[in-house]
């Protein structure tokens, strides 16, 4: 007890004088960038150097006193501080300083056994030798000798997920810590989760105290989020894992079950909202865990945080964190984003992070409704219940009056429903999700068929208090049948889990979409992942619903979102480091993008949830295939200086001032990416691409397209003949609009270079103005 208050009283001491000495207004809390730190300054050097700016902006000594909340002093050089914009203008203006800006909380938003069977599976459709994730596995040595760096809400140490039985002494590059804190020492850190950090600094700064019976201040998730995204890359083979009610049992392995886990808690909850409603990220705390996961030695970072969709490079954290992380070669993986499925929704655009989509997989968790005429309908649930027949009401029938518009009738919204006509009844509400069933729950309802609030077959599988089932189509033949009917009923049918269920994959409904908004001269998404119904590890201080009133706390849990699919591509990052130690980071990205499927299960192509044909706006290159990445014949590579030569085009504006942009700069579209986006199309462009034999010797390729409709695509040369591993070879392509091309719209195509083994394919966006 005692030592609990030596440790929280000198907080909160420093946390009102911080705010009684530092801010005469609300507190806003900016980031400046200088770039990246030279020489052999001591910390201590460096932080005088960050407060003489403070000093400088704020006239005094004095007044600068306890503005400084970060002073980031390993790579990045820069710091973030409590300012008023006047004073942020200022410093704007001051020798060195590249960007300063705010540091925007992030709502990270709902943003396995059987996914990485999927994977498998799916590399073996039409091929006469499918390939064996086990062989893959084991040339990468399970991963052991990678190190994945987490930024998210934290980890629970005690998953079985993360036991360390058996695993090798930890590798002699790690340099990183684990942090103390509430409910957390070092012997929560093992030889699979070897570090774990927390920052909150910003976070507090913005919101006020942790209030410590929302979180734990330490690196321990309560969330559930970060254990969820964790397990899915390094969770070591857990048998007999399942959600609530045994659903999706099996044996739950992350993608890379050896590789070394290093945590960094960025992520907390916002005060006044359940943790169901997100948690919040500050782009300073986020920066700063970069600053300490490149330090501490990670070979990839795994980042499940959605972004601005707008906001440019040199003003995002995570963009800012990602490039120092390139130039050292650690791989960055970040969610596209759950805004979908409207376009230009897509986040975590810079084209040094590899941005990923989310899509199904083939299981399905299938639970049918009976309606009293025997009719039947599709429904899916992954709450656990036996069959069972309830009168049925549609909302809009029994809403308290007044509680509603003829716009929000029959959507089961908080505080509409009247116990009186509910109690004891199954409720249909017309679309609905996790605070529409509590509302059936709280009126009393016994069971509720809601209507899918997403598309089609993208359904969100959550385990509700209340027998439930989501339905996605038929929905009017429901409301007919209860409307028709004196004494309407339904038979809820127990969920069971489907495997095998075509087609598979399409894309998840809420999957941020292309073009980038930032520079549509960039393909985004790159890639996609499965992100539908993930099964991994949970918190047990958290509950599968992460509302208060739902107290089951369970081990293993169902989750769907960008931030599910992220892990699996920093998984195969993992791998593919460990198979070529000598493979650069843009190296890898093009490995897993170049050798991606754009067909399902059933051999067509790729759809979304509604079932029309998906486009590289919503999966990038396709979706992930991890044995064909190990060997992809040939790579786009890009440099450090490649992409300060892309940002001289995009930004006009540099993030390393030591690079001076040339005299003619190359279109943002000459970055030598893996795909080709060309957004303002005036009759015709050429642009060029470099690739690199990572194949064998005496090589030929030559290249077949698919053009964009409306466009003519002309490849220069043909043909590419490497006569020794590492060879770097050029050509052209030349895009030319034809009369038929659509203005302003983008057109989609392909084109591959194969060798009769590899396929190495690239997509080709464009649009004539
Ligand atoms: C860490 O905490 C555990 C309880 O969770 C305790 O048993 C152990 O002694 C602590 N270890 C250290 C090194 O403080
Ligand atoms: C902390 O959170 C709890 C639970 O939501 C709430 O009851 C309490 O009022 C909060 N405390 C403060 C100081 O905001
Ligand atoms: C897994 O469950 C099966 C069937 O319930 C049981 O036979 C087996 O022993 C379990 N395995 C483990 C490792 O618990
Ligand atoms: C459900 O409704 C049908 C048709 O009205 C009726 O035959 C059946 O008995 C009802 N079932 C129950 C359990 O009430
Ligand atoms: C529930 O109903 C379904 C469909 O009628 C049936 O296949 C299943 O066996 C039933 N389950 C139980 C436990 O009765
Ligand atoms: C909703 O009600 C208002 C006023 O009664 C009416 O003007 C409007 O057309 C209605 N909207 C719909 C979608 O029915
Ligand atoms: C590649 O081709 C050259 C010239 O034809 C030949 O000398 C060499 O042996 C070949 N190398 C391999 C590995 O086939």
Request: hydrophobic letters at 35%; a neutral charge; glycine letters at 8%.
């Amino acid at each position: 007890m005692n030592n609990y208050f030596c440790r929280i009283i000198p907080f909160l001491l420093i946390f009102h004088i911080l705010l009684a000495s530092c801010a005469d207004q609300p507190p806003q809390v900016y980031i400046v960038y200088l770039g990246e730190h030279s020489g052999t300054k001591t910390f201590q050097e460096i932080e005088e150097f960050h407060r003489s700016y403070l000093h400088s902006a704020k006239g005094s000594k004095e007044k600068a006193k306890d503005c400084l909340i970060y002073s980031y002093r390993n790579v990045i050089n820069g710091f973030s501080a409590l300012l008023s914009p006047e004073e942020a203008a200022k410093i704007s203006e001051m020798d060195g300083v590249i960007s300063v800006f705010h540091s925007h909380p992030t709502i990270l938003r709902l943003h396995t056994t059987r996914s990485w069977n999927f994977i498998n599976l799916l590399e073996g459709l039409g091929d006469p030798n499918p390939p064996n994730a086990e062989d893959l596995l084991r040339k990468a040595n399970y991963g052991k000798d990678v190190i994945v760096g987490v930024l998210d809400s934290g980890v629970w140490p005690e998953s079985e997920s993360f036991y360390d039985n058996g695993m090798d002494p930890i590798p002699h590059s790690w340099k990183g810590i684990c942090e103390s804190g509430v409910a957390f020492n070092s012997s929560h850190c093992n030889r699979k989760l070897i570090g774990a950090r927390y920052y909150l600094k910003s976070y507090e700064a913005y919101y006020g105290r942790l209030n410590t019976s929302l979180d734990f201040r330490s690196p321990r998730d309560k969330n559930g989020h970060g254990t969820h995204t964790s397990s899915t890359i390094g969770g070591r083979r857990v048998p007999n894992a399942s959600a609530i009610g045994g659903l999706g049992s099996g044996t739950a392995s992350g993608g890379a079950p050896l590789v070394r886990l290093a945590i960094y808690k960025v992520c907390w909850p916002v005060p006044g909202q359940t943790p169901a409603e997100g948690n919040t990220c500050l782009g300073d705390d986020m920066l700063a865990a970069f600053d300490d996961a490149i330090a501490d030695g990670v070979n990839v970072i795994s980042v499940s945080i959605g972004g601005s969709t707008s906001r440019p490079y040199t003003q995002d954290g995570i963009a800012i964190g990602a490039l120092h992380a390139m130039k050292r070669n650690i791989v960055v993986a970040c969610s596209a984003g759950n805004s979908g499925p409207s376009s230009y929704s897509v986040s975590n655009v810079a084209p040094w992070i590899i941005t990923v989509g989310a899509s199904s997989i083939d299981r399905v968790f299938s639970s049918p409704i009976v309606l009293g005429n025997d009719m039947i309908i599709e429904g899916q649930s992954v709450t656990p219940f036996t069959n069972r027949t309830h009168p049925l009401v549609y909302a809009a029938d029994v809403e308290l009056p007044g509680t509603t518009t003829n716009l929000t009738s029959g959507l089961c919204l908080p505080g509409t429903l009247s116990p009186a006509l509910v109690r004891g009844k199954a409720v249909f509400c017309w679309t609905g999700d996790l605070f529409e069933s509590l509302e059936v729950q709280r009126a009393g309802g016994k069971a509720t068929v809601l209507g899918n609030s997403y598309q089609g077959q993208g359904v969100l599988g959550r385990p509700y208090l209340i027998p439930a089932t989501v339905v996605y189509s038929d929905k009017i033949d429901i409301y007919n049948y209860i409307e028709t009917n004196q004494n309407p009923n339904v038979t809820l049918i127990q969920p069971k889990t489907v495997i095998g269920t075509k087609p598979a994959p399409f894309m998840a409904p809420f999957t941020s979409r292309g073009p980038n908004f930032i520079e549509p001269n960039i393909l985004k998404p790159d890639i996609t992942a499965p992100g539908l119904n993930i099964l991994a590890a949970w918190s047990e201080a958290s509950s599968p619903l992460n509302v208060p009133a739902d107290n089951r706390v369970v081990k293993y849990h169902i989750d769907s979102g960008t931030s599910m699919s992220c892990p699996h591509v920093a998984a195969v990052a993992a791998l593919l480091k460990a198979i070529h130690p000598d493979w650069s980071s843009p190296a890898i990205r093009s490995a897993i993008m170049t050798t991606a499927k754009i067909t399902n299960n059933m051999g067509t192509q790729i759809t979304d949830s509604l079932g029309n044909i998906a486009t590289p706006f919503e999966y990038g290159a396709g979706h992930i295939q991890p044995s064909k990445a190990a060997d992809p014949g040939l790579v786009y590579d890009a440099s450090y200086d490649d992409y300060l030569l892309f940002l001289c085009s995009s930004t006009g504006n540099v993030l390393d001032p030591s690079f001076n942009c040339p005299q003619n700069i190359p279109s943002a579209s000459d970055l030598n990416y893996p795909s080709i986006s060309i957004a303002y199309l005036k009759g015709s462009r050429t642009v060029k691409r470099t690739v690199t034999n990572v194949g064998t010797t005496n090589s030929s390729y030559s290249v077949r397209i698919n053009p964009p409709q409306g466009y003519s695509v002309q490849i220069s040369p043909t043909a590419l003949y490497f006569s020794a591993t590492g060879e770097k070879q050029s050509f052209s392509i030349t895009i030319t609009a034809q009369s038929t091309a659509k203005k302003s719209v983008f057109a989609v195509g392909w084109y591959t270079w194969s060798d009769g083994i590899h396929q190495v394919r690239s997509p080709i966006t464009v649009a004539a103005v």
